[in-house]
T-cell receptor
Framework: AQSVTQLGSHVSVSEGALVLLRCNYS??????LFWYVQYPNQGLQLLLK??????LVKGINGFEAEFKKSETSFHLTKPSAHMSDAAEYFC???????????FGKGTRLSVIA | KAGVTQTPRYLIKTRGQQVTLSCSPI?????VSWYQQTPGQGLQFLFE???????NKGNFPGRFSGRQFSNSRSEMNVSTLELGDSALYLC?????????????FGDGTRLSIL
């Protein structure tokens, strides 16, 4: 079955440190890939999307993600964490056009002062 | 441009009742999808409507149903509520069409079953 795996349900980093959130998917064909962020008591906000134009995708709030077909990965990074980055992050995949999004279980990011 | 609006934000029901949740998509968006979010199961897809027709359906029992109106607004209905239906229900809208367009989410309706 097609699936999305986020390694680590909880990641903790110091303020100013690198943020790395991992996402792997199961598919032989490059799908549509997304990262969403969810703050408490809110819905999901789109951070960035990969739709085959470029392998390195830049998103909002200084986040970026790199698509690696050979590793079936789409890891999310940010060079320097800020306190306001503390939230839950979801990797989502659409395995073909107009198919439902499949979400990973989410990674809760904590930022320590 | 207004975002996706979900009403009500909070709802408390008892077992056996039914409930209707509403979603108003972003203007111009014709696709509306519904998701259930729980701590144990995460985000699970319920169904998607496009131009008033159900285009995709997740693996939920028939107690969960939905519909979409000609103005693209959508409603989701859950009948014979069970304790396990307690969750955050999220609605997302997109342009739809043949090429994949990202979904934009509302803030959700938090449903609590007593």
């Amino acid at each position: 079955a097609q699936s999305v795996t986020q390694l680590g349900s909880h990641v903790s980093v110091s303020e100013g440190a690198l943020v790395l959130l991992r996402c792997n998917y199961s598919s032989s064909v490059p799908p549509y890939l997304f990262w969403y962020v969810q703050y408490p008591n809110q819905g999901l906000q789109l951070l960035l999307k990969y739709t085959s134009a470029a392998t390195l995708v830049k998103g909002i709030n200084g986040f970026e993600a790199e698509f690696k077909k050979s590793e079936t990965s789409f890891h999310l990074t940010k060079p320097s964490a800020h306190m306001s980055d503390a939230a839950e992050y979801f990797c989502a995949v659409a395995f073909s056009g107009n198919t439902p999004l499949v979400f990973g279980k989410g990674t809760r990011l904590s930022v320590i002062a | 441009k207004a975002g996706v609006t979900q009403t009500p934000r909070y709802l408390i029901k008892t077992r056996g009742q039914q409930v209707t949740l509403s979603c108003s998509p972003i203007s111009g968006h014709r696709s509306v999808s519904w998701y259930q979010q729980t701590p144990g199961q995460g985000l699970q897809f319920l169904f998607e409507y496009f131009s008033e027709t159900q285009r995709n359906k997740g693996n939920f029992p028939g107690r969960f149903s939905g519909r979409q109106f000609s103005n693209s607004r959508s409603e989701m209905n859950v009948s014979t509520l069970e304790l396990g239906d307690s969750a955050l229900y999220l609605c997302a809208s997109s342009l739809g069409g043949t090429d994949y367009q990202p979904q934009h989410f509302g803030d959700g309706t938090r449903l609590s079953i007593l």
